[in-house]
Each structure stands twice: as structure tokens, then as C-alpha cells.
């Protein structure tokens, strides 16, 4: 059950970290993030919150939601941390345009999963 409930704070990081990006990339289109290098180092900033979350989330549960791309998460952290100046900015849009709001839908589903076993 702890080990549960400690899983359930790093979803909710992980959703929190996409709130915010959703909020930041819905106020701005493609040119205008490709200008403003605030908003890139923040957007890569929360993508990395999300792939460290998911590195802490155990392997049990990644087996239970395989639907999520556990290793996709982790991995896009680690070019973010260990290549900061190889950071292709057009992927990290793409990955907000495309894969952000579905993964949003997949946690929400396994936080309520938590939910529901946790009554």
C-alpha cells in the first residue's frame, strides 16, 4: 500500500508536469516557441520532471499499464539531461503536439486504477 501510495505522488508529478506544459504550448504556436528560448527551457524542463517521475515508477506497475511507453519516458530524460546541447527543440514540440495528451489520458486512467484498489 505505501509503495503504492508513493507511486501515485509521482503519477500525479507527472501529470502536474503536463498541466503545465499543456497551459504553457496552448497560449503559443510553432514559430513562436521556435523563438522564445524561455519557453523551450521550460517545456524540456517538464518533460524531464516527467521522465524522472517515470523512472521511479516500479516495474510491476509498468507491467500492469504496458500501454504507456515506460522506456520512451525514461529515455527521453536522459538524452535531456546527458545531451542538453544536442536537444533537437522540433521533437520536443512534436512530443507535446502528439504524444502528451494521450499520456495524460493513459495516467489519469492508472491514477484512478490507484484509486479505486486504494478504498
Known sequence: MKKQLNEQVRIQHMLS??????????TTNYDEYLIDRKLQLALTRLIEIIGE?????????????????WRVLTGIRNVIVHEYFGID?????????????????????????????SE
Open 17 to 26: 508536469a503536463i498541466a503545465e506544459i499543456q497551459e504553457f504550448a496552448a
Open 53 to 69: 517521475a517515470s523512472n521511479h515508477v516500479t516495474e510491476e506497475t509498468k507491467n500492469r499499464f504496458t500501454d504507456i511507453e
Open 89 to 117: 527543440y522540433d521533437i520536443i514540440w512534436a512530443v507535446i503536439q502528439q504524444d502528451i495528451p494521450p499520456l495524460r489520458v493513459k495516467l489519469e486512467f492508472l491514477l484512478q486504477q490507484f484509486n479505486k484498489e
